[in-house]
């Protein structure tokens, strides 16, 4: 009937305009923004993503970005987990990682920026790189070298014991290294990297430390070689799955 068809008329025009009320709402919404971001990985996940000014970015488990590129500036906003970025050169156009804690801005670098349950740290694999806490005068900005790290947290800037930036950023090839770290910390990253979490006693492994390589990609491989080496008691369900970890 054609009294009908207004009536069609005016509701597809009113979800049009309540798509792009909705779109609007998420582009100016960080905490919204988060939840449909232009690239993102699922847990366990690793991958690289080449952009449109020859920069690349690696994601971590877990992480979401945004990425905003235009004729002044070059940005990425990290919602979750950690990225590495290796920036192509360009003067004019600053190259800048934000988070809620605040910027870090490559003086023609590559450097990883990962988020934690304290704040932002910022490790430097390459050149320099400006890290900047959210809110504070320029003043209160670091500048790093290769190597150095800083976290970025409740309006500060603090520097952290350098590391070996080759190490720090092996995820992005899918491998983790340890170097006599605590058994505690590295199964704490292996879980990152896991749907389940494992089941441990911190305290029964107290003391333990760890040195080697262990694949991202296969966890449970990972963790037969820590059992090995280290004389660990692994639990696993009916699929054959580790589920669980303790000294024997």
């Known amino acids: 009937p054609r009294?009908?068809?207004?009536?069609?008329?005016?509701?597809?025009?009113?979800?049009?305009?309540?798509?792009v009320g909705l779109?609007?709402?998420?582009?100016?919404?960080?905490?919204?923004?988060?939840?449909?971001?232009?690239?993102?990985?699922a847990v366990?996940?690793?991958?690289?993503?080449?952009?449109?000014?020859?920069?690349?970015?690696?994601?971590?488990?877990?992480s979401a970005v945004d990425?905003?590129?235009?004729?002044?500036?070059?940005?990425?906003?990290l919602f979750r987990g950690q990225v590495l970025a290796r920036v192509a050169r360009d003067p004019a156009r600053p190259f800048t990682v934000r988070t809620a804690d605040g910027t870090a801005t490559a003086l023609g670098t590559a450097y990883a920026v990962r988020l934690d349950g304290g704040g932002t740290v910022v490790t430097v694999v390459s050149s320099r790189v400006r890290v900047c806490p959210a809110g504070a005068a320029a003043a209160r900005c670091l500048e790093?070298?290769?190597?150095?790290?800083?976290?970025?947290?409740?309006?500060?800037?603090?520097?952290?014991p350098a590391t070996d930036a080759a190490v720090a950023t092996a995820w992005a090839t899918?491998?983790?290294?340890?170097?006599?770290?605590?058994?505690?910390?590295?199964?704490?990253?292996l879980d990152r990297y896991r749907a389940r979490p494992l089941r441990r006693d911190p305290?029964?492994?107290?003391?333990?430390?760890?040195?080697?390589?262990?694949?991202l990609a296969d966890t449970d491989r990972a963790l037969e070689a820590l059992a090995a080496t280290l004389g660990l008691?692994?639990?696993?369900?009916a699929a054959g799955q580790v589920v669980s970890v303790a000294p024997r």
């Open 233 to 237: 008691r692994l639990g696993r369900d």
């Open 144 to 160: 790093l070298s290769a190597g150095e790290r800083a976290r970025l947290a409740r309006g500060t800037a603090t520097r952290l």
């Open 67 to 77: 990425v905003a590129l235009d004729g002044a500036t070059r940005e990425v906003t």
């Open 203 to 215: 305290a029964a492994l107290a003391g333990l430390r760890v040195t080697g390589s262990f694949p």
């Open 23 to 41: 779109g609007w709402a998420l582009s100016g919404v960080p905490q919204l923004r988060a939840l449909v971001p232009d690239h993102r990985t």
């Open 3 to 19: 009294g009908r068809r207004p009536a069609a008329a005016a509701a597809a025009l009113g979800g049009l305009c309540l798509a």
């Open 174 to 189: 899918g491998w983790l290294v340890a170097d006599d770290q605590p058994l505690a910390a590295v199964l704490a990253e």
């Open 44 to 62: 366990g996940e690793v991958r690289s993503v080449a952009l449109a000014d020859g920069s690349s970015l690696a994601l971590d488990t877990g």
